[in-house]
């Protein structure tokens, strides 16, 4: 069982549309992060949320912080064939260990 | 600055046998965590190591095991291999202990196959 829930697992869409991505947990964390993988490589920080209700923006990207600190989403405007790649959501309990969400692999098609 | 460097990035084994991976993290960083890394469960910690200790472990068997030197270069070494290890090992690098909201650098991964 995923500590962190992320959907949906698959997005296809077309070069202009948007999309959003979500993480959801039953726990509380003091924060949460944003990665995106591509082939053959590792997970590149996007993002960091720490405060309940925070939002960022970072380019055509914007990350929210659920207000309990339980689930976070992350929004692509107008999505280009270089936002292709997993997208993973990452947090630390508690108890220190860092889990991460089963990604969510988007494809923008040109 | 040179990135996380994990060697090697791909080997192959077969069933029984033993296996260590490396990984040497950027200049200064002194935390090292693992990842195992597979279609099926996604990224699973496995262990963090900080200053030469183990800080934290995932759940893992014990034949997973791993250490860390002076210099913060870091091996991990999974003994009496089975299928299901098969895997990409992902290493991160960190200034500070995960839960402090420092950034993870990662390595691209030591692709273990199981034969």
């Known amino acids: 069982t995923q500590l962190l829930e992320q959907s949906p697992q698959f997005l296809s869409i077309q070069e202009g549309e948007n999309l959003t991505v979500y993480c959801n947990s039953s726990?509380?964390?003091?924060?949460l992060q944003w990665y995106r993988q591509e082939p053959g490589e590792g997970p590149v920080l996007l993002v960091t949320?720490?405060?309940?209700?925070e939002v960022k923006k970072l380019k055509r990207l914007t990350f929210q912080f659920g207000d309990a600190r339980k689930d976070s989403s992350l929004h692509i405007t107008a999505a280009q064939p270089g936002d292709t790649g997993l997208y993973l959501c990452?947090?630390?309990?508690?108890?220190?260990?860092?889990?991460f969400g089963a990604g969510t692999t988007v494809t923008v098609r040109a | 600055k040179a990135g996380v460097t994990q060697t090697p990035r791909y080997l192959i084994k077969t069933r029984g046998q033993q296996v260590t991976l490396s990984c040497s993290p950027i200049?200064?960083?002194?935390?090292v965590s693992w990842y195992q890394q597979t279609p099926g469960q996604g990224l699973q910690f496995l262990f963090e190591?900080?200053?030469?200790?183990?800080?934290n472990k995932g759940n893992f068997p014990g034949r997973f095991s791993g250490r860390q030197f002076s210099n913060s270069r870091s091996e991990m070494n999974v003994s009496t291999l089975e299928l299901g290890d098969s895997a990409l090992y992902l290493c991160?690098?960190?200034?500070?202990?995960?839960?402090?909201?420092?950034?993870?650098?990662f390595g691209e991964g030591s692709r273990l196959t199981v034969l």
């Open positions: 990452a947090g630390v309990a508690n108890d220190y260990k860092l889990s």
């Open positions: 726990s509380v964390f003091s924060s």
């Open positions: 200049s200064g960083h002194r935390s």
């Open positions: 949320v720490v405060t309940g209700g």
């Open positions: 991160a690098s960190s200034l500070t202990r995960l839960g402090n909201t420092g950034e993870l650098f």
């Open positions: 190591y900080f200053s030469e200790t183990q800080r």
